[in-house]
């Protein structure tokens, strides 16, 4: 850890706030977003949540300077920044397919910030030697400096982005699907590994990404954006236990969907995660309903049981080994569903 | 500290493998015969010049064939060609360059008109594209007359040579840059950008070494088509000796005047050149990974 | 600029490349072009007619399509066959063959017409032994013929290699373990894939084969009526000072090359359009 924390001390610019107020942006016919507005506070690890076509991309490359945005203003610490080149933003940019200057090796990608420094800025040879050094040793991949990126594997070349992106001492990391490419076991250790390289240089980062769980895990703050505007800013917890809109509950796990007899599938209805489904083998009383076991399979460490209630609606529980064992549950088995906690929401879906 | 993945993850792409024998393979006569046949029609319509090239240059014994190609005329008519290629190609490639970073970095109206236009030279006959400088700068020409008022020559001169030529080759460093830049993005460019530099310097630092080996391809063939270029020269020159012959114009006056062996002496120079060519076009595809396409 | 623009970019050096290239690409081939259409229109209707008209005109043009289609033919047939070789098969020398297609493109167009000229003809390599045959080739439409497949022998070889090469051997397993014969494969199968490719080739070398003029004028003997193809046809008028003449066989020319060029423009977009999405995973 103390080699973490020289680090951070050595490769730290200011941290700094970001500000974007009533961003639009359209593609011809094609809004990408509507009239946003987002706060990323000093440090912050943000994720900007949401399927494709959301617009989480788009928000993050004009906080970059590489798209422009229609209306609207983008603020570094208060300074408005709208207008400014992302040459001049000062902003550390990882792409999802890393963008790795394809002739250049490892070295030379990582010293390029350095290099094009007008001759005035620009640090001595021997300074961007160490400096690149460091952050080879930092993202460990000391010994591969020399390497060209086709010799290198996807996730060996997103540390190389990333390495190369905090050369130039950004004061905010933007990072656009980072492990989108990656095979999912490399995904699971980069996410782990970049929560713990955040936690020791503290660089105010937004990471974009439409997979919920990576989200949930890496981020102080977590945007759910859908069709161009945001649905909810909050916490992992706040965002999951308390999903503001049906959007939301639905994006952010899986949802079963409870309704009476009858009632339109668009509005109404409770909303109940599979880990909140009890089951038993009596009727509970108020709040019960009766099923049929469709299926029961193993997951990893759980058991996923699917059932059809008598109003028809299909429902997936998901209980524990030990409540399996208990309850002994097989296809066409009679038993009884009760909601442990659940949520409904008022307002229309809107489509 | 932080722990990097443990086990390898590669997912570099395997180059493309040569096409294994499938369990569908022809029947060997079919393939026997079918090479053959192959075989027999190149050699007829390629090996059979290009042999005969040299053969007839060497009819009349080395003696000949040094005078030919030392003789005055035949060396002005070299030093032109020379100064024929050494001006269109520098041109068209920065032509080339600037109009696929133009096209491929940018979206913007009318790009499809832009290259259907690069493509133009290609349409054109050679007879016709020296036809078209003629008119406008021969003496009865629409700025012709004028022109030679003020002591330019350009018809009948090495400017219409110069020109003539550029035109025919205009389109070749172009044509070759515009679907690879496009194929290559704008991801390195704008990471460049990003991380501070200015337009230049990602051009020089990013774009250009990638570039750089379709650039060569580019300039090889651009180089060919500038020497051997005989139509359009052909129009334009006045086929003055020693002062507006090419090559290829050399060639053909010593046929013409039925120094056999002269001329097949220069014209092999011109052979050699474009065996070369071919060499290198070979190594530079090769090296580019791809196979080879029609220009 | 902005107006041309659809999507700014962060990028910079739009508005000088563009410039460049749109100011280089007026002085070099726009304006001499407008000369000749300027030049062509200051003939009146009755010259323009007369001059394209002529018989000595109508029979170039009849020469220069006839042997271009017949030459563009024999390539497509011909190259067809060496582009399958190539891919397909392994011989000794296949490099080495596969480059020297490449030749007619290096070659400068003038050597290719005396070589060709000097084996052709009655005492040369090839035509002492076409000769007692009756087949004349040198001085002959003939002749044209021949060195047009020359000039056009690599358009469809290297039209049609990518694609070939581009093929996946799992078209024609699944044709076998349906039961088909290799013949029936190439031609239900393969052949309609190729035939765009083909096609495009043809055209390439079609266009390519009407305004050759180096490797023709030397054996076509330039007999007027007989072996004069358009090409030759517009220098002769040149050298008489006939340039109102000559304007106006080389403006039909230009018009048909241009027909071409569009033609062969969507035949390409076409060709990869139909490809596109064969095969694909879903």
């Known amino acids: ?351 | 500290m932080t722990s990097a993945p443990a086990q390898p993850d590669w997912t570099l792409a395997a180059p493309t493998p040569a096409r294994a024998a499938s369990a569908v393979a022809d029947p060997p006569w079919v393939r026997v015969l079918l090479i053959g046949v192959a075989l027999v029609f190149l050699g007829l319509f390629l090996v059979l010049p290009l042999v005969t090239v040299f053969a007839q240059a060497f009819s009349k014994g080395i003696g000949v064939y040094v005078d030919a190609i030392t003789d005055p005329m035949a060396l002005a008519a070299m030093r032109l060609t020379l100064l024929v290629a050494a001006v269109s190609v520098p041109v068209n490639a920065v032509f080339g360059v600037a109009a696929a970073w133009a096209i491929a970095k940018f979206e913007f109206r009318g790009k499809s008109l832009l290259i259907s236009l690069i493509d133009l030279p290609f349409a054109v006959s050679p007879v016709v594209s020296g036809l078209i400088f003629v008119l406008l700068f021969g003496a009865q020409g629409l700025v012709g007359p004028w022109l030679i008022e003020h002591g330019v020559r350009i018809i009948f001169a090495v400017p219409g040579i110069l020109l003539a030529t550029t035109f025919i080759t205009f389109p070749f460093v172009a044509r070759e840059l515009i679907p690879l830049m496009q194929e290559q993005g704008t991801e390195e460019e704008e990471a460049a950008v990003s991380l501070g530099a200015s337009g230049f310097q990602a051009f020089r630092r990013v774009t250009l070494p990638n570039v750089s080996l379709g650039l060569l391809y580019g300039v090889v063939l651009l180089n060919a088509r500038a020497m051997g270029e005989f139509g359009a020269v052909s129009v334009v020159s006045g086929h003055i000796r020693g002062k507006t012959n090419t090559m290829p114009l050399h060639v053909e006056i010593l046929y013409n005047e039925y120094q056999g062996a002269a001329a097949f002496a220069v014209a092999s120079l011109l052979a050699l050149l474009a065996v070369v060519t071919l060499i290198v076009k070979r190594v530079l595809e090769w090296r580019m990974g791809r196979a080879s396409r029609a220009l | 600029m902005g107006l041309l623009r659809t999507r700014r970019s962060v990028l910079p050096g739009f508005g000088l490349t563009l410039s460049f290239t749109v100011i280089y690409l007026g002085l070099l081939i726009l304006i001499p072009l407008a000369g000749l259409f300027v030049k062509s229109a200051s003939l009146t209707g009755a010259e323009f007619v007369a001059a394209v008209g002529s018989p000595r005109a109508l029979a170039a043009y009849r020469l220069s399509f006839g042997a271009s289609f017949a030459a563009a033919a024999t390539n497509a047939v011909f190259g067809l066959l060496v582009a399958w070789v190539l891919v397909r098969y392994r011989f000794p020398g296949r490099g080495v063959v596969d480059a020297l297609v490449d030749l007619p493109f290096a070659l400068p167009t003038a050597v290719a017409g005396i070589t060709l000229t000097t084996l052709l003809a009655k005492n040369g390599w090839l035509g002492r032994y076409l000769e007692p045959l009756g087949v004349s080739v040198a001085y002959t439409p003939l002749g044209v013929t021949v060195a047009l497949v020359f000039i056009g022998l690599p358009f469809v070889v290297r039209t049609v290699q990518p694609v070939l090469q581009d093929l996946e051997p799992e078209l024609e397993e699944a044709a076998a373990s349906l039961g088909a014969s290799r013949f029936d494969t190439f031609r239900r199968v393969l052949f309609p894939t190729l035939w765009p490719a083909l096609v495009t080739g043809f055209a390439l070398a079609f266009a390519r084969s009407l305004g050759e003029y180096g490797s023709v004028v030397f054996i076509s003997g330039n007999m007027p009526m007989h072996t004069e193809i358009a090409p030759l046809l517009i220098v002769t008028q040149l050298e008489q000072y006939e340039y109102g003449a000559a304007t106006a066989i080389a403006a039909v020319l230009l018009m048909l090359s241009f027909v071409l060029l569009l033609g062969i423009n969507a035949l390409q977009r076409y060709g990869t359009r139909r490809l596109a999405g064969a095969g694909e995973p879903a």
């Open chain 1, 1 to 351: 850890m103390a080699h973490g924390t020289r680090v951070a001390r050595a490769l730290n610019g200011a941290k700094m706030s970001i500000e974007a107020r009533s961003i639009t942006k359209s593609f011809g016919s094609f809004t990408a977003l509507r009239a946003v507005n987002l706060d990323v506070k000093e440090g912050e690890l943000v994720a900007l949540l949401g399927p494709s076509g959301s617009g989480k991309t788009t928000l993050l490359r004009i906080i970059a300077g590489l798209e422009f945005a229609d209306a609207g203003n983008v603020f570094f610490d208060g300074d408005d920044a709208t207008e400014r080149s992302a040459r001049d933003r000062r902003v550390g940019f990882v792409f999802q397919h890393y963008a790795l200057f394809r002739h250049m090796s490892v070295f030379e990608n990582v010293a390029f910030g350095l290099r094009v420094r007008p001759r005035r800025d620009r640090p001595a040879h021997r300074e961007i030697e160490e400096r690149v050094h460091e952050l080879l040793r930092l993202v460990q991949l000391e010994g591969m400096s020399q390497r060209l990126p086709s010799q290198l594997s996807g996730g060996q070349r997103q540390r190389v982005a990333l390495a190369r992106a905090l050369a130039v001492r950004p004061r905010v990391l933007l990072l656009d699907e980072p492990f989108g490419a990656l095979d999912s076991r490399v995904r699971k250790d980069l996410r782990r590994w970049l929560r713990q390289l955040h936690d020791e240089l503290h660089i105010t980062s937004v990471f974009v990404t439409h997979d919920q769980e990576e989200a949930l895990e890496l981020a102080n703050r977590v945007v759910v954006m859908n069709q161009g505007r945001i649905e909810q800013v909050g916490t992992p917890e706040q965002v999951y236990h308390e999903p503001a809109t049906r959007f939301v509950y639905e994006f952010l796990g899986d949802v079963n969907i409870f309704r009476e007899r009858g009632e339109d599938p668009r509005h109404g209805g409770i909303y109940v995660r599979p880990h909140c489904v009890d089951i038993t083998r009596q009727p509970g009383g108020a709040g019960t309903l009766p099923a049929r076991v469709q299926r029961v399979h193993i997951a990893g460490p759980t058991v996923k049981v699917e059932l059809l209630t008598d109003v028809g609606d299909l429902v997936q529980a998901e209980i524990s080994q030990q409540q399996q064992r208990r309850l002994v549950l097989a296809r066409e088995d009679q038993v009884y569903v009760r909601p442990v906690e659940s949520r409904a929401f008022d307002e229309d879906y809107s489509i």
